[in-house]
């Protein structure tokens, strides 16, 4: 598993429930989502009313899962979690629906990856807390109406643009997340480390902030590789001379490419000259597939300004060549 993907295996899950922040105070960064967040909340339960809908947009690993826990504890409401794959029948949903406390927080993970049917229950649901329930087949069928306690039901989403316009504009509130500073994900990263009762310095949490991607999942996950590392060939204690050979043994460089992300570089400005180069043809050249290439490696190094994507192909930018430390060819612009 890629040490700075995205999915994470069950022990990953544990100890991130761990390092959760629990309020909106705890949770680092995000000034504008907090700022408006807290206000959605604070005049709900002034009101004594169950907050609006709200739908978090952002890449894996920003806090999406945290802050919907977050909402729940703020609103004093239980919360219940699932996500749109797991959502394959419209029944699958109604059954979740209909067992909502009133109050209660519907945390919906890649809403955008409900079968249409379920999304389109979903409509009524969040507007009038209200589905319809249908029981039979054929001309016999009939919708049975069944009334919901109101609950709020939090969203989230890669990208809110992958949402049917009808289903986000039920969103009372839509926050859209960003990759953090590293100025904040050293914040992260001492605070988990103070979690964790591991000692790190500040440039120790430098070294791997810069290493993390603007992601706080992948500086936390980057961290307990550290640690670890700094158990067995050192005294426990992170500075940065740690937090670089460790990472080094990972394969995880200076701004935070591993292994794929540097092997497609490298084709890219080796054997191609900088490009441009076809998707497929650099995809053979690294010896991965095409998805793998565009979809796993390719957004963080068009997000460095390391490559391009151009109608005639792949380009390396000059901060590439600077990176691999490779001088390009003297007509490379072509
Ligand atoms: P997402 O749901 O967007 O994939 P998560 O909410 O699961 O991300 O966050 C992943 C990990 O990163 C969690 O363990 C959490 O502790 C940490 N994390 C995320 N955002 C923050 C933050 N703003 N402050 C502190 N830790 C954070």
Same mark, same amino acid.
């Given at each position: 598993?890629?040490?700075?993907g995205?999915a994470g295996?069950?022990?990953?899950q544990a100890v991130e429930?761990?390092?959760?922040?629990?309020?909106?105070?705890?949770f680092i960064g995000?000034e504008?989502v907090?700022?408006?967040? $807290?206000?959605?909340?604070?005049?709900?339960?002034a009101?004594g009313?169950?907050?609006d =809908?709200?739908?978090?947009?952002?890449?894996?690993?920003?806090g999406k899962?945290t802050?919907s826990?977050i +909402?729940?504890?703020?609103?004093?409401a239980p919360i219940r979690?699932?996500?749109?794959p797991?959502?394959?029948h419209?029944g699958d949903?109604a059954?979740i629906?209909s067992?909502?406390?009133e109050?209660?927080v519907?945390?919906l $993970?890649?809403i955008?990856?409900m079968?249409?049917?379920?999304?389109e229950?979903?409509y009524?649901?969040m507007?009038?807390f209200? &589905?319809?329930?249908?029981?039979g087949?054929?001309?016999?069928a009939?919708?049975?109406p069944?009334?919901?306690p109101?609950? %709020?039901l939090v969203?989230?989403?890669t990208?809110a643009g992958?949402l049917?316009?009808?289903?986000r504009? @039920?969103?009372?509130?839509t926050a859209h997340m960003?990759?953090y500073?590293p100025?904040e994900l050293e @914040?992260?990263? =001492?605070?988990?480390?103070?979690?964790l009762?591991?000692? +790190?310095d500040? $440039?120790?949490a430098?070294?791997?902030?810069?290493?993390s991607r603007g992601t706080?999942? +992948?500086a936390n996950?980057?961290l307990?590789r *550290?640690?670890?590392y700094a158990?067995v060939?050192a005294?426990g204690v +992170?500075?940065q001379?740690i937090s670089?050979a460790?990472?080094? *043994?990972?394969?995880v $460089?200076?701004? !935070?490419?591993? @292994?794929?992300d540097?092997?497609?570089?490298?084709?890219?400005?080796k054997?191609f000259?900088?490009?441009p180069?076809?998707l497929?043809?650099?995809?053979v050249a690294? !010896?991965e597939?095409?998805?793998?290439?565009?979809?796993v490696?390719?957004?963080?190094l &068009?997000?460095?300004g390391?490559?391009?994507r %151009?109608?005639?192909?792949? &380009?390396?930018?000059?901060?590439?060549?600077? =990176?691999?430390?490779l001088?390009?060819p003297r007509?490379?612009?072509?």
């Amino acid at each position: 598993e890629r040490l700075v993907g995205a999915a994470g295996d069950r022990e990953e899950q544990a100890v991130e429930a761990a390092l959760r922040p629990k309020d909106l105070g705890e949770f680092i960064g995000q000034e504008k989502v907090r700022e408006q967040l $807290d206000l959605v909340l604070r005049a709900a339960r002034a009101r004594g009313a169950t907050a609006d =809908h709200v739908l978090l947009s952002g890449a894996p690993g920003l806090g999406k899962t945290t802050l919907s826990m977050i +909402i729940a504890a703020e609103m004093e409401a239980p919360i219940r979690i699932t996500s749109g794959p797991a959502i394959q029948h419209a029944g699958d949903l109604a059954a979740i629906l209909s067992s909502l406390q009133e109050g209660e927080v519907l945390f919906l $993970d890649e809403i955008h990856r409900m079968s249409r049917p379920a999304e389109e229950m979903l409509y009524m649901a969040m507007e009038d807390f209200r &589905v319809d329930v249908i029981v039979g087949k054929g001309p016999g069928a009939t919708a049975i109406p069944l009334e919901l306690p109101p609950f %709020t039901l939090v969203g989230a989403t890669t990208r809110a643009g992958l949402l049917p316009p009808p289903l986000r504009d @039920r969103f009372g509130f839509t926050a859209h997340m960003e990759f953090y500073e590293p100025a904040e994900l050293e @914040r992260v990263i =001492h605070r988990s480390a103070h979690l964790l009762d591991v000692e +790190i310095d500040t $440039d120790g949490a430098a070294e791997i902030a810069g290493r993390s991607r603007g992601t706080p999942r +992948i500086a936390n996950r980057l961290l307990r590789r *550290v640690r670890d590392y700094a158990q067995v060939k050192a005294d426990g204690v +992170i500075d940065q001379a740690i937090s670089g050979a460790a990472l080094a *043994v990972y394969e995880v $460089d200076s701004r !935070g490419l591993d @292994r794929l992300d540097r092997g497609v570089l490298e084709a890219l400005l080796k054997l191609f000259g900088g490009g441009p180069v076809g998707l497929s043809t650099l995809a053979v050249a690294v !010896g991965e597939e095409r998805e793998t290439v565009e979809e796993v490696a390719e957004p963080f190094l &068009v997000r460095e300004g390391l490559l391009a994507r %151009t109608p005639r192909g792949r &380009v390396a930018t000059p901060a590439a060549w600077a =990176h691999l430390g490779l001088t390009p060819p003297r007509s490379s612009t072509g």
